[in-house]
């Protein structure tokens, strides 16, 4: 038992908490539930004000958005990135896209991405590259 | 299942209603001044937290839309209240002024529920820059002059500023939780809720404050002169059944045994 007084909770793991944006409802759940299982504290949205919603009120570690979320040529998954930065300025960032090119790929670094995946994707893979994300690695 | 939030929000009953008594303190005790009206989106999505609602609905630029939705909702949650119990219900200073007859169709349909307007009080809250000023002053003034009080919600935060005292000219300073948390051992919390006292009184309006969760704040804001608070001190929101199991509702006897 601790000594009285002594800060318990600063020993405490954090729960770090994802955002996962995409409108595919079928993504969004399996992410969802593989995160959770790992651990993590997960909020998923459909549209770019539902996702710029809950980051008004809420930090993110790490968010996981679909460039596109209204068609091809969109980049909400950009805004949505930006948005939850503005809050905490050390969250990372993967963007996930089915119209990936090299150029897309560029605009998306250049404009804070950390990560850059194509469509489909296991989620296995968009999983091991959150984890390194949060940790530090990449 | 793959609709948007949007299209949620819009079913029957998607909209749910809960109440939060707003207590009288005065003469040292405890009753029951109104109930705030709280909504909370469909269960199982992002607006069942209220914050995330009404961010949501502001960012698609539909807060009128929903503020109009929950106003059904409310009054109809409220009918079921005893005819003797206050309902606060908040709105956007927008929605006042940009939606058509707004104080009559307001006026009408809680008279449809069996509310009339002496039960009623608007909290107005705003988080866009301008309204129209004059739709706004005449919607205020046929619901005022219906008997309706008028409170200025959220002080000391957000877009809910010294302006929209001049503009709303209200009946009630509703000081933002922010501001009263915490303010037994914070001298600036402290100070500014000592100036806004000396402010209401100047304006002939009646503070409230929220977010009252102890008794030593409680003590606090009764020693600066505030004698109506509301907060998990007293009781968290619950449904209308619930509600009116409060010890507000006992009888005076009653009441006097329970505080």
Redesign the interface.
């Known amino acids: 038992m601790p000594a009285c007084g002594s800060p318990v909770a600063l020993w405490l793991p954090v729960t770090k908490r994802l955002l996962i944006v995409d409108d595919e ?1 079928s993504i969004l759940f399996a992410l969802k539930r593989y995160f959770i299982r790992q651990g993590y504290a997960v ?8 996702a ?3 980051a ?2 809420t930090i993110y570690d790490l968010v996981i958005a679909d460039l596109s979320l209204s068609g091809a040529g969109s980049a909400e998954g950009l805004e949505i990135i930006r948005f939850v930065r503005r809050h905490n300025h050390h969250a990372r960032s993967i963007v996930l896209t089915a119209y990936g090119t090299p150029h897309v790929e560029r605009e998306a670094r250049r404009r804070g991405a950390n990560a850059f995946l194509a469509k489909p994707q296991q989620v296995g893979n968009i999983a091991q590259l959150a984890k390194r994300l949060m940790e530090g690695e990449l | ?2 609709s ?2 949007f299209e949620q929000l819009h079913r029957r009953a998607a909209i749910r209603v809960e109440f939060q008594p707003i207590v009288s303190l005065r003469a040292g005790e405890r009753s029951l001044y109104a109930l705030e009206a709280l909504v909370r989106g469909p269960r199982g999505t ?1 607006a069942e ?1 209220p ?3 009404f ?2 609905a502001r ?2 630029g539909v807060e009128t839309t929903i503020d109009l939705i929950c106003i059904g909702e409310i009054l109809a949650a409220a009918a079921v209240l005893p005819e003797t119990v206050s309902i606060s219900i908040n709105v956007h200073g927008s929605t006042v002024s940009d939606v058509p007859g707004f104080a009559q169709t307001f006026l009408s349909d809680a008279a449809k529920h069996g509310i009339g307007p002496r039960r009623l009080m608007l909290e107005i809250l705003e988080h866009r820059g301008a309204w129209t000023m004059s739709t706004f002053r005449a919607s205020l003034d046929t619901l005022r002059d219906a008997g309706v009080r008028i409170a200025v919600d959220d002080l000391g935060v957000g877009a809910s500023n010294f302006r929209m005292i001049v503009d709303c000219r209200p009946d009630h300073l509703k000081v933002d939780r922010y501001v009263v948390q915490g303010c037994s051992h914070d001298r600036y919390r402290s100070a500014v809720l000592q100036s806004i006292v000396t402010l209401a009184h100047a304006c002939a309006a009646v503070p409230i404050v929220e977010g009252i969760e102890d008794e030593v704040d409680l003590q606090h804001v009764v020693a600066l002169g505030i004698d109506l608070a509301q907060g998990w001190h007293f009781a968290a929101s619950m449904t209308a059944a619930d509600v009116t199991q409060l010890p507000f509702f006992a009888t005076t006897n009653e009441r006097r045994f329970l505080s």
Do not use: F, G, Q
Request: net charge negative; with cysteine.
């Open positions: 409802i909020d998923c949205a459909r549209e770019l004000e539902e710029e919603a809950l008004a009120h | 299942m793959s948007t939030l992002n937290r914050d995330v609602l961010e949501y960012r698609k």
